[in-house]
């Protein structure tokens, strides 16, 4: 009867021990899965932030050259709003 109790509580811990090692490998695909598909994400975003900032360095490119003047007084105010702030905050 002892021998019979020692035999069933060897099975159940290899079926423990087998169901365990499963879960294991079903959680490690899954989280390789979802590194996967934000790395792909991430690097979709990466890509359009890529594109906008082109387009707008092309947008900025083209009016400074259709209006020089007018770029220079804008890029001027812009510098001295951005002192005013750096030098308020000291």
């Known amino acids: ?3 019979d109790a020692r035999e ?3 099975t159940l811990g290899r079926q423990a021990s ?3 090692r499963q879960a294991m ?3 490690g695909e899954i989280i390789q899965g ?3 598909q934000a790395g792909e994400q991430a690097s ?3 890509t359009n932030l890529y594109q906008q900032s082109s387009r707008a360095g ?3 490119s083209r009016y400074t050259a259709e ?3 007018t770029a220079l007084l804008l890029a001027g105010a812009i510098g001295y709003g951005l002192a005013y702030l750096i030098h308020r905050r000291l």
């Open 1 to 3: 009867m002892i021998e």
């Open 8 to 10: 069933g509580a060897a």
């Open 18 to 20: 087998d169901a365990g």
């Open 25 to 27: 490998a079903q959680a």
């Open 34 to 36: 979802a590194a996967r």
């Open 44 to 46: 979709q975003v990466a």
């Open 58 to 60: 092309d947008t900025i």
């Open 67 to 69: 209006q020089p003047l």
